[in-house]
């Protein structure tokens, strides 16, 4: 599966964990309120919010380098907040002190607790439908939101786009059925992703479309890398009961122009994987600005 769905998973199951374990937190605030002997780290220390299952938590996906970083520093503060009101609490108990505006304050401070949550749930599920729930692969969305920025700067230099299609898929389905065709396409998808490098993507970009933006020197390293692809994924085997399933896929390459809109690039590649599908299929179609198309496939 996509390392970054995986990635966006495991935070959503980390986050719902961590916050049941807060929780059970306040229940072991009571039990310390009614036996006063107990000494509980992740209630009465000064860094009380680093010892509770949540901030420990919370401490280890402050370590990674993350682009939603500026969610979880909120949650950070607001998670401090609560722990600091816990501890105004207890003083106030402890020193026999007038004590409603404590609890007023622990319960505005667990409320705004809870919202930047909420809110940082709510960014994860709405970055998760991205993402496609079959394969894992970054959706259409997602490469139009990066394009710009993948085609600028010294990022810009070199980039290729692959649109390939699967040959015949419909007759997948129709032989072997609809849960054997979407195994084919979960195969097809860590098949390209395992024999890219770290900075190409892979995009699910329609049913049995696929995209992948690749890095390359020349039309020459571009076609090498994307024949390469396609011998490798002719040779995966699927294997459906008593059968065994092989694909092969047309491709559409072309070279990406410095500040060139995704969708001329798009449509030159689109044109180019016709052209490969009425050839015969099973092949590479390198196409030019000019729209000229060469058969690079060997
Ligand atoms: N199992 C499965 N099939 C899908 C999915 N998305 C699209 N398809 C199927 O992909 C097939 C595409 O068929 P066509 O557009 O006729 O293309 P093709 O059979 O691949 O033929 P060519 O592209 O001309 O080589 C259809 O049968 C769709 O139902 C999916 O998520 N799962």
């Not at 401490?59 to 520093?73: I, M, P, S, T």
């Not at 990022?155 to 389905?173: P, R, S, T, W």
């Not at 995704?262 to 044109?271: F, G, H, N």
Request: charged share 30%.
């Amino acid at each position: 599966m996509n390392r970054k769905f995986n990635e966006i998973d495991s935070t959503l199951r980390g986050l719902n964990h961590s916050t049941d374990a807060h929780f059970k937190w306040l229940v072991t605030i009571l039990r310390f309120v009614s036996s006063r002997d107990i000494e509980l780290a992740e209630i009465t220390q000064e860094d009380a919010h680093d010892h509770c299952e949540f901030g420990q938590w919370l401490n280890v996906q402050l370590q990674q380098e993350r682009e939603d970083r500026h969610f979880l520093l909120d949650i950070n503060i607001k998670h401090n907040r609560v722990h600091q009101a816990c501890r105004q609490i207890l003083n106030t108990i402890e020193n026999d002190e007038g004590r409603s505006g404590a609890f007023d304050a622990f319960e505005a401070a667990l409320l705004e607790f809870t919202e930047s949550i909420s809110l940082y749930k709510q960014h994860l599920l709405q970055l998760r439908t991205s993402y496609d729930a079959l394969t894992g692969l970054p959706l259409r969305r997602i490469l139009d939101e990066s394009f710009d920025r993948l085609n600028e700067g010294a990022d810009g230099a070199g980039l290729y786009l692959l649109l390939l299609d699967i040959d015949h898929f419909k007759k997948v389905n129709d032989n072997y059925g609809h849960l054997t065709g979407d195994a084919v396409l979960r195969s097809l998808a860590l098949n390209l992703e395992d024999n890219v490098r770290r900075s190409e993507s892979v995009y699910r970009y329609g049913g049995e479309e696929f995209i992948i933006l690749l890095r390359a020197e020349s039309d020459r390293e571009a076609t090498a890398a994307a024949e390469r692809l396609r011998h490798i994924i002719a040779a995966v085997e699927t294997v459906s009961g008593e059968h065994v399933i092989r694909i092969t896929f047309t491709s559409g390459l072309t070279r990406v122009h410095r500040g060139e809109p995704l969708r001329e690039v798009l449509e030159r590649a689109d044109m180019a994987l016709y052209r490969g599908k009425h050839g015969g299929r099973n092949c590479t179609i390198l196409i030019g600005k000019n729209l000229d198309c060469i058969n690079v496939s060997h």
